[in-house]
């Protein structure tokens, strides 16, 4: 029997669960929308109730005692008191008007409805986890803590890394208090150095952005901006606009007092409409992301004198911003940058159990070490079995020692292939596990992806995932992104070898894949680079636009039946269609 630490991230979007043991190892962690299918699990729990009883039956049976360590205090900011006292926590109140204007680049109605849907996340915490346990474990011993939002994002960053020390930047939409954190990370203990206070959020302005540009912040399109900015120049009338808006003030952000308003209207008069052309919306695009490295920079060049530390945790929903994570050690005077593998929210149910376990005094010799994405949920055998048993006309092949050749072979001949082993990938990017790979040599595999089998927009790239060793060959300045967390620069002579992970400006979003990281995902790159010279496949996550990666064998043969894709392996199994062109 053992003690058990729960993670919950409990914010209304991006819900997540982690399960950390007495010995601090992590046993499990995903984000809720896997098992939901829903992108975003927006407003849902993350113990969700028939769910949460096949993870705790599967990593917490016979628990001596249970910790629910959640993502937010419990004590509530002062000011969603207020408005919640008012009655502007309601469907009603949203609507109430001649209310004084916040000086933020979004509405305030939907600042409240943000507030209302995480006032009313929180209290809904651990309802459906406590109500299983009762159930199945009526006798254990069960506590609950709560953190500090941000301590939680910065927790996941720095028990995650391969530092012993480190300075931690949580750099987010907003927190209890503010938008930004920061902290020295020093053999397991983190002190905080400074957290902001206000509305003032390079969050909430890069998802000003995403809407100006025609997009949706609350179904996760910044990704677009970041895709869509390599198509487009600096604008600079918007650029003086956004400077005048929002500027970097030590750790701190200043915001116009006098004129935001007459800012913001400027500002709005960018917002992009259906018949404007793309290219607007490019330049839009290119002058935000171009306006957010600016204002990073400073941050972390400010972080890093106060700090003098040479390594750098970045955590935060700007950690996802990989277009500027690969210009850190360039930009700055950090020699290192570690972004863990859920830098936004799902991963802060991580950083929760985490604190909790370290609550108590940890005397630990191991070294620290990079923690493995691979924690989520497995394709049961089951589920597999039933496959066989009912199918009536897939190929389905059972090739447990030559799996890795085969699948080579097939995507060096331009097959496109959904890729699904062991556990799922902790956090938004697919490592290996829940991926769909190509050949990278063509560039015309980029159009066939993303119309035939993603369903998106032209401009979305895709990720080259390399093997460690070649990486220096194939990229400028190459640095490790274990996670897909670097874009980097493609070299030259390079970019036509994998035309097809090549994006518009030259750069690549790469995963780098090591043998002891990933043993078969290597092993099929090796085969790959051995049939065609290449060490390097064109790696997208399994799903189509608009839905989260797969979580079950249906949704993986849901995805392989209704696109594209020529090939779909599930462990050691090689599936193909009826008359598949491939042979």
């Known amino acids: 029997m053992k003690k058990y630490y729960i993670g919950l991230s409990v914010t209304y979007h991006d819900?997540?669960?982690?399960i950390v043991d007495d010995n601090g190892e992590v046993l499990f962690a995903e984000a809720t929308e896997r098992y939901l299918q829903s992108k975003r699990a927006i407003n849902c729990e993350p113990d969700q109730l028939n769910w949460i009883s096949d993870v705790l039956d599967s990593y917490c049976s016979f628990p001596s005692e249970l910790v629910i360590a959640t993502n937010w205090r419990k004590k509530r900011p002062h000011y969603e008191r207020l408005?919640?006292?008012?009655?502007?926590l309601t469907a009603k109140g949203l609507l109430k008007k001649d209310l004084k204007k916040l000086r933020s680049p979004l509405e305030n109605y939907k600042l409240h409805h943000m507030i209302a849907c995480q006032h009313s996340s929180y209290l809904k915490t651990g309802l459906n986890l406590v109500r299983r346990l009762k159930e199945f474990h009526p006798d254990c011993p069960v506590s609950f803590l709560d953190f500090d939002h941000h301590l939680t994002h910065a927790a996941m960053a720095s028990y995650s890394s391969p530092f012993s020390n480190a300075a931690c930047a949580v750099i987010d939409s907003y927190g209890e208090n503010g938008s930004m954190a920061f902290y020295r990370y020093h053999h397991g203990k983190l002190d905080r150095i400074h957290e902001t206070r206000g509305v003032g959020s390079l969050g909430f302005f890069y998802m000003k952005i995403t809407e100006l540009c025609g997009f949706d912040w609350l179904k996760g399109e910044e990704w677009k901006v970041m895709g869509l900015a390599a198509y487009g120049k600096l604008d600079q009338k918007l650029y003086d606009l956004l400077k005048d808006t929002l500027a970097v003030d030590g750790f701190d952000f200043a915001v116009q007092p006098q004129h935001f308003f007459d800012l913001l209207e400027a500002l709005n008069a960018y917002q992009q409409k259906e018949e404007d052309a793309l290219k607007k919306a490019a330049d839009l695009a290119f002058t935000g992301q171009y306006f957010f490295a600016e204002l990073m920079t400073q941050i972390l060049n400010h972080l890093k004198a106060v700090t003098g530390e040479d390594n750098l945790v970045l955590a935060g929903g700007c950690a996802l911003n990989s277009s500027?994570?690969?210009?850190?050690?360039?930009?700055?005077?950090?020699?290192?940058?570690?972004?863990?593998?859920?830098?936004?929210?799902?991963g802060t149910a991580l950083g929760a159990a985490w604190l909790a376990y370290h609550r108590k005094p940890v005397k630990s010799d191991k070294p620290p070490q990079l923690l493995t994405p691979y924690l989520g949920s497995r394709i049961s055998n089951e589920a597999i079995n039933r496959l066989i048993q009912y199918n009536r006309s897939l190929d389905i092949r059972h090739l447990p020692d030559s799996l890795c050749e085969e699948t080579a072979q097939l995507l060096a001949s331009g097959a496109i292939v959904g890729w699904v082993q062991d556990r799922a990938e902790f956090g938004p990017r697919s490592l290996g596990n829940r991926s769909i790979l190509a050949d990278p040599r063509g560039s015309g595999m980029k159009d066939t992806i993303n119309q035939h089998i993603k369903f998106r927009e032209y401009f979305r790239p895709f990720a080259p995932s390399v093997l460690h060793e070649?990486?220096?060959?194939?990229?400028?300045?190459?640095?490790?992104?274990?996670?897909?967390?670097?874009?980097?620069?493609?070299k030259p002579a390079m970019r036509e070898r994998?035309?097809?992970?090549?994006?518009?400006?030259?750069?690549?979003?790469l995963q780098t894949v090591k043998e002891h990281w990933n043993p078969r995902f290597y092993r099929l790159i090796s085969h790959f680079h051995a049939f065609t010279g290449v060490p390097v496949l064109l790696n997208t996550s399994f799903n189509v636009m608009g839905k989260p990666l797969i979580h079950s064998l249906e949704d993986a043969v849901?995805?392989?039946?209704?696109?594209?894709?020529?090939?779909?392996?599930?462990?050691?199994?090689?599936?193909?269609?009826?008359?598949?062109?491939?042979?």
């Open 15 to 18: 819900p997540g669960l982690a």
């Open 83 to 88: 408005i919640s006292g008012l009655g502007l």
């Open 324 to 346: 500027y994570n690969g210009q850190i050690t360039e930009r700055t005077g950090f020699k290192q940058a570690h972004i863990p593998s859920a830098p936004a929210d799902d």
């Open 470 to 490: 070649y990486g220096p060959e194939y990229f400028e300045n190459y640095q490790e992104s274990p996670y897909m967390d670097k874009t980097l620069t493609i």
């Open 498 to 509: 994998i035309a097809a992970t090549a994006h518009v400006d030259g750069t690549g979003r």
């Open 558 to 583: 849901s995805v392989f039946l209704t696109t594209g894709l020529d090939a779909l392996v599930i462990d050691d199994y090689l599936i193909t269609k009826p008359h598949d062109r491939i042979h």
